[in-house]
């Protein structure tokens, strides 16, 4: 059994870093328990605080910003996921490896770093606005909780990525996820429901909520944490495991038996994840 923590994260003003690591230290705490713990998309990009209000507000030198503290956000987690001997995807936020920065979640063991994703397909916003770039490439975790896959927020919303990881074997996937309208977030959810579907797979999404005044990047935030499992008899009939209230920042918390996964792939009510094939057979008559 695996105990998996979904966060729906409020963006927070901090003077100094000390009152970052307390914070991301408390939320770690108050999932005592969980196996694994996911945060979401641009959740780090409230450092950008630490710049000062102009910085913050400035959707170029904030970037800069969140990235000049990303060595002390991974001491912070890689020490936190050992110390509660838990898996943690740290929120996503911006890395300069080029010209311009991905969109990067990077995932923690109990043991240290596991690996990272790249964001694959931009949002308008990303693209036309903020110059952020994708990275393609999905990547598979092996861990002792299950094979793992993460697709980044929009990403979730196209069924070919969520394919290439189901045909890789993953059987957790994990959509950290940032929208500032409740179609943003209804994209999202949907996206992430029908991969569960298709995938016959765990799907757990984690968005950021509530208002930020101060950062223009994140300025409104929309959005319920979830897990989703495919309604195909071995999960609920609404393929709801669990979630939290519209907007309600907190932790969403369920407990997954892994092994139902494979079963449902072998003998669900439908097939989907074995038929998937025959979809690309039929053309226009």
Not at 66 to 78: G, I, N, S
Not at 146 to 167: K, Q, T
Not at 229 to 249: K, L
Request: net charge negative.
């Amino acid at each position: 059994m695996v105990r998996i923590a979904a966060a729906a994260y409020p963006i927070d003003w901090f003077d100094d870093f000390s009152q970052y690591q307390a914070k991301i230290t408390r939320w770690v705490q108050d999932a005592e328990g969980a196996d694994l713990l996911v945060f979401p998309e641009y959740g780090v990009m409230e450092l950008a605080s630490l710049g000062g209000r102009e910085v913050a507000g400035d959707l170029e030198v904030s970037l800069h910003e969140v990235a000049r503290h990303w060595d002390q956000v991974a001491a912070l987690h890689q020490a936190l996921a050992r110390q509660h001997d838990c898996h943690i995807l740290a929120a996503s936020g911006p890395v300069f490896e080029g010209a311009r920065p991905v969109n990067r979640a990077v995932l923690y063991g109990p043991d240290g770093l596991i690996g990272h994703q790249d964001k694959q397909i931009m949002t308008r916003f990303e693209r036309e606005e903020w110059d952020v770039v994708g990275a393609p490439g999905l990547r598979v975790f092996d861990t002792v909780l299950g094979r793992i896959g993460i697709l980044i927020c929009y990403d979730s919303e196209f069924p070919l990525l969520g394919r290439v990881l189901a045909e890789a074997g993953v059987e957790l996937v994990l959509v950290p996820s940032c929208t500032d309208t409740v179609a943003g977030f209804s994209r999202v959810r949907i996206g992430a429901m029908a991969r569960a579907l298709e995938s016959q797979c765990v799907v757990v999404q984690a968005p950021t909520v509530g208002a930020c005044d101060w950062m223009p990047a994140l300025d409104e935030n929309r959005g319920r944490a979830a897990i989703y499992g495919p309604p195909d008899g071995f999960w609920p009939e609404t393929g709801i495991i669990a979630e939290g209230g519209m907007d309600q920042p907190g932790w969403v918390m369920a407990e997954i038996d892994v092994a139902r996964i494979a079963n449902s792939r072998r003998d669900g009510a439908v097939l989907p994840f074995a038929h998937w094939p025959e979809s690309g057979r039929p053309g226009l008559i």
